[in-house]
């Protein structure tokens, strides 16, 4: 797989806004009419956003699960079929570098965080050495504690969503004190499902994602931006804004912030219909102390992230 894009992230370029040291930027391009016949190369950032959107609000209900049963990568393809070729010929390209698979999440604003906390616990959860696996993560979180207090955020407004999480990599190590179970696919993905426990894990990580970038404001200050408006934000304002409030969609700020604090491995591969070729690329989000580990993959639409799987 040596011939996939892997683009570096830790820059941390706002998307879709020049540089800030470049004034004399031309103007953003006018929108052009959308058609059938037109080019996605012609269409703005913003355009190919809705366009995307318009696309997943038809093939989505309400009622879809917070996170999904794993599903071939065609049935994705399906949706695109009477859309721009350009999405299926990427779909293609990723089937055939052994992405056989996804796993759809809710498109609600928090489907970053939710693909990203379940994939983490399946991938220890079907790891080699479980237990091991497991006994590393919950150091790991364990450790973030003290980060969200120096941040200040007070033990009794974290401590219920950590022990959402927390009892999840417990029920690795051993089995659930009510069911005598331990962890496995099918409750994993029953507890994702229930709003309460899927909830909860992602306003721990919204949280914890916000300490680090509190923790660390002169890596992060230059990168935060309205991501409507472009304008600079204080670090406070942007985590209250845009990391804390739920329902807020993540950015490479966010997914730098959040790989570091647990020290994960994470790639992301940019589904956008802009590649003629059909090729994807991905950008990757890399622990320095984990460089090792195997990343988690999650699939990036304008608007969406799903996870997904190669198999092979």
């Not at 917070?66 to 350009?86: H, K, V």
């Not at 809710?106 to 906390?117: E, I, T």
């Not at 993560?137 to 200040?152: H, I, Y």
């Amino acid at each position: 797989m040596s011939d996939i894009t892997t683009p570096v992230a830790p820059k941390l370029e706002p998307a879709a806004l020049p540089p800030v040291d470049d004034v004399n930027a031309p103007p953003p391009p006018l929108a052009v009419p959308v058609t059938e016949a037109t080019e996605l190369s012609q269409l703005t950032t913003a355009q190919v956003y809705e366009l995307n959107q318009s696309l997943l609000d038809e093939a989505s209900d309400v009622e879809r699960p917070l996170i999904d049963q794993l599903l071939p990568i065609s049935a994705l393809r399906a949706e695109y079929e009477n859309g721009n070729p350009a999405f299926t010929k990427q779909i293609d390209w990723l089937t055939e570098k052994g992405y056989q698979y996804i796993r759809r999440t809710r498109g609600d604003g928090d489907c970053f965080y939710r693909s990203l906390a379940f994939a983490y616990v399946e991938q220890i959860m079907s790891s080699i050495q479980p237990d091991d696996s497991a006994q590393k993560a919950l150091t790991v979180l364990r450790d973030t504690k003290p980060m969200l207090e120096q941040a200040g955020f007070q033990e009794i407004v974290y401590q219920d969503f950590y022990e959402e999480l927390e009892s999840l990599l417990l029920r690795v190590l051993r089995p659930n004190e009510i069911t005598h179970q331990r962890l496995d696919t099918v409750t994993l993905l029953q507890s994702f499902q229930t709003p309460e426990v899927s909830n909860s894990i992602v306003v721990y990580l919204r949280l914890l994602t916000s300490a680090q970038v509190r923790a660390d404001p002169d890596a992060f200050a230059p990168f935060l931006f309205h991501p409507e408006i472009g304008e600079p934000l204080e670090v406070r304002e942007f985590c209250e804004a845009f990391i804390e409030a739920v329902g807020k969609e993540a950015d490479h700020v966010q997914m730098t912030a959040l790989s570091r604090a647990l020290g994960l491995n994470v790639d992301v591969a940019y589904l956008d219909g802009r590649d003629s070729s059909g090729q994807v690329d991905f950008v990757q989000f890399r622990n320095p102390e984990g460089s090792t580990l195997t990343p988690i993959t999650l699939l990036y639409r304008p608007g969406h992230y799903d996870i997904l799987l190669n198999m092979g």
